[in-house]
């Protein structure tokens, strides 16, 4: 059942184009706007959202960081994500007028689904990204948007990620048509692009072996940091923590902009450090302050591994190693930038003799608090 793959992970990121494609299915209709009748929560409720809160674990926590940004830029909705682990312990504001968004893969998440009944209990709406049909967190939502990855067995989340990512966008995307925003342009430019996006994740399968081959070349070293900003900021935290589960090293994720406040002390000699650049178009004063980024660090020492898009060759007199990926609009990256992340990282543990589908310590779905 490992369809010829040697584990579930590789399948499992193999599958990610289809997964992306699937999670859109049915969402665009032939007029390019988004259609989420599913949600089954009234355009007239969500026109009257006047905060948005989302709670996650782990990597779908890092979705809704992503989430954060791309809801706060297409809606002008405040909106705030928080580790579901902390959010009823800390008291927060909640009315009838938040939307709280809670993102799960399993939807048996424990502490998730803690944070679901408390968000309800203050009377807020909870909407569900969830990956599996029936399952408990949707079961106690008002209402749920199905993520479309197919069952994900390996402990590390990689196509649920991407299509925590998808429905992300979707209901940021959404919120923003039935409420009107000045982005109105943007927002149906960028529904046109995700329907080409599958096939950008496919492009960055297809260039990985260079990857893997890095990879198998750091099996000896102890730790490797991981740099982005913006969009890239949580994607440098999803390499890390894939890092971690899987390959047992220790990795730490930075928002470059922190680096001289202090991470960048720990930069020696050959130290490997990811850094997820965004695009030169876009937000270009972004892409400039990080390119010098790399140039400190290089400076110091570090073996800088970066990851820019196709065609961007301020950063190539900078990278020792370059890995590419296409071009995307600048919210969208995430989809193509954490592909070669889970990739380094899965070949990484199986180097160092690790067990891949089910790193020690660890299981598929944390069903206690
Ligand atoms: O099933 P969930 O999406 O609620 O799980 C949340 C986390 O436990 C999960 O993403 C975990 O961090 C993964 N093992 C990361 O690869």
Redesign the pocket.
């Known amino acids: 059942e490992k369809g010829g793959y040697d584990y579930f992970m590789l399948k499992e990121i193999a599958e990610q184009p289809k997964a992306v494609a699937d999670t859109l299915l049915g969402r665009i209709d032939a007029s390019g706007s988004l259609t989420l009748d599913e949600v089954r929560i009234p355009a007239s409720v969500l026109r009257e959202v006047d905060k948005v809160v989302l709670v ?7 979705a809704g960081m992503i989430a954060k940004l791309a809801i706060e830029h297409w809606t002008r909705i405040p909106c705030e994500t928080e580790l ?1 682990s902390e959010f009823r312990y800390r008291d927060p504001i909640l009315d009838q007028r938040t939307l709280v968004i809670a ?7 424990m ?2 689904l803690m944070a679901v009944r408390h968000a309800r209990e203050q009377g807020a709406k909870v909407l569900a990204i ?3 049909n029936g399952s408990t ?1 949707p079961r106690e939502s008002d209402a749920v948007l199905y993520t479309h990855a197919g069952p994900e067995v390996a ?4 196509k ?2 991407l299509t ?1 990512l998808v429905a992300c966008y979707l209901v940021a995307l959404y919120l923003g048509q039935v409420r009107g925003t000045k982005w109105g342009d943007e927002i149906r430019a960028v529904i046109r692009e995700l329907s080409d996006i599958a096939a950008a994740v496919d492009t960055v399968l297809e260039t990985m072996e260079p990857v893997r081959a890095l990879a198998r070349s750091l099996a000896e070293k102890n730790t490797v940091l991981f740099l982005g900003r913006h969009v890239g900021y949580p994607v440098a935290l ?1 390499g890390a ?2 890092l971690k ?1 899987l390959a047992y090293m220790h990795a730490e994720g930075f928002a470059a902009g922190e680096l001289k406040h202090g991470p960048i002390a720990l930069i020696e000699k050959d130290l490997p450090v990811v850094v997820v650049v965004p695009s030169p178009r876009g937000r270009s004063v972004l892409h400039d302050k990080i390119v010098s980024n790399i140039q400190e660090i290089r400076a110091r020492g570090a073996r800088t591994i970066v990851i820019a898009e196709e065609g961007d060759e301020a950063v190539v007199p900078y990278a020792d190693h370059l890995i590419r990926i296409p071009a995307t609009p600048t919210l969208l990256q995430p989809l193509v930038a954490t592909v070669p992340l889970q990739v380094f990282a899965c070949e990484l543990a199986t180097a160092r003799g690790n067990e891949v589908d089910q ?1 020690r310590n ?1 299981a ?3 069903t206690v608090e």
Not at 103 to 109: F, M
């Open positions: 996650a674990c782990g990597t779908a926590y890092h579901a993102i799960s893969q399993s939807g048996e998440t502490d998730t969830c990956n599996t967190i402990v590390a989340s990689t649920a990620f925590q999803e923590l894939k589960e790193p660890l598929k779905s944390v």
